[in-house]
C-alpha cells in the first residue's frame, strides 16, 4: 500500500475526540472555545515544559491559562488543516483528568536570570533531557515546547514582558507567561489585548517553528482572502486581524511527528535516502513559472520564491507555492510534481521584473525529513520561454 493511502486509510478508521471545553475553564474561555472542532488522536504528543529557575515561582493560575491558550492554538491548527484538506489534524497534547494540558514543571539548577534571552536555551535543553531521562516514558515525542515566565526587574514585567528565550530551534521552540497571558483579553483594544495578541501570536508561531516550519509569505489572492500566514507576520495578529496557515505549511505538518494520528507507527525522523532528481525543468512563460520535477522519496514538494538576502529571519517574505502531482508513482518510487508561480501573485516585495530571485524547493519525505534545494535567477536576463538551467545533480540540505 502507498505510503499517502496508509495514512489516509489510518486517518479515516480514527473516532474523534471531541473538543469538550473544561467546565473549570474562565467564561471567556468558553465563549471563545464554543463550538471547538472535533480533533483526531494522535500517536505522539507535543511535550510542554514549564520552566523554572531555582529561585523563581510558576505565574499565579498557569495551569488554567495556558490550558485555555492551548486549547485555542490547537483548534487555529485544526481549522487550518482541515480548511487545507487534512480534516481535524493538529498537534496532539498530553491531558490531565480534569481537562488541563499537563505542564511538565521543571526547576533548573540555576537562577533564572542564568537561562535568559539569547543563549538560556542551551542550559535549559540540557536540564531538560537530564528530566527527561530521570523520567523515562514522561516525554512522548521530539518536540518540545518550553515555557518560562517573564522576568521582573527594571526592563521586564507582567505588562512588559520578556527577558527569557522566545524562538524556535529546530523541533525545540520558546515562549513565555506573564499575569495577563489569558484568553479572557483576546480581541481587546487594550494594553492587555494587544500584548496578548503580541504573545499569543508569537507563541503559535515559535510552535510554527518547533513543528517544523519555516517562514513564508502568502500568495496576492490568499493574503487578500484570508490575511496575513501565521509563519510570516501572523505572530503580529492571531487574535485580533484574520490570520492563516498556507497550504505550504500544512503540507509540511502533515508529516510532522506529533500530527500523525493515532496508529501510525512511522519512524519520524529517522535516518533515510534523501530525494533523488531524475529530471527537473524551470520555464519561464513571461506571465508565470513553472517548476517541473520528477524524483522519489517524497510525498509533498513545495517551493518558496523570494529576493535575496536568503540568510535566516531575512525569509518572512518568501512566497509559498505547492506541487501537483503529475502521474502516480512508478515502479522505481519517482513520481513528477509541477509547479506553477504566476507572477501575478509574488507581492511586490519579490522584485519581479529585475534583478536576483530565488527558489528553494522543498522536498518531505514520509517520515517528515525535510530537504532544500536552492536556485537562483536573474529577472533581467529572461525572455518568454526560457529554459532556466537547473542542475539535478545540485546539493541539497537537510532541514527548514
Known sequence: MKTTTLIAAVSMLLPLVQAAVPSHFSDRAKEILAGSAAVQPTEYPLNIVYFLGNDNEPVADCERRLSEIMYYVQQFYAREMTRNGFPNRSFGMQMQENGNVKLHMVRGKHSHREYAYGTGHNKCLEEIRE???????????????????TFHDAEYNDLQPGGVPFYGLGRNCFALDYAHFDLRHLGQNTHEGRL????????AHELGHGLNLPHNEG???????????????GNYTLGMKPTYLTLNSARLLDRCQVFAPAGDKTEFYAPCPRPEVQQASLQYTGK????????NNTIHVNALVQAPPYAVNQDYEAVAFCATPEDETDASGFRTHRIIIPLSELTARQNTGKGEQGMDVLFTQPNGL????RTTYNWESLKPGDMIPLDTQRDFWLGY
Open 131 to 149: 528530566y527527561a531521562d530521570a523520567h523515562p516514558g514522561t516525554i512522548g515525542s521530539d518536540h518540545l515546547l518550553v515555557i518560562m515566565p
Open 196 to 203: 496578548l495578541t503580541k504573545w499569543l501570536g508569537g507563541l
Open 219 to 233: 500568495t496576492v489572492t490568499d493574503m487578500a482572502a484570508m490575511g496575513t500566514p501565521l509563519m510570516g507576520a
Open 288 to 295: 508565470e513559472l513553472v517548476l517541473t520535477i520528477r524524483c
Open 370 to 373: 525535510r530537504y532544500r534545494w
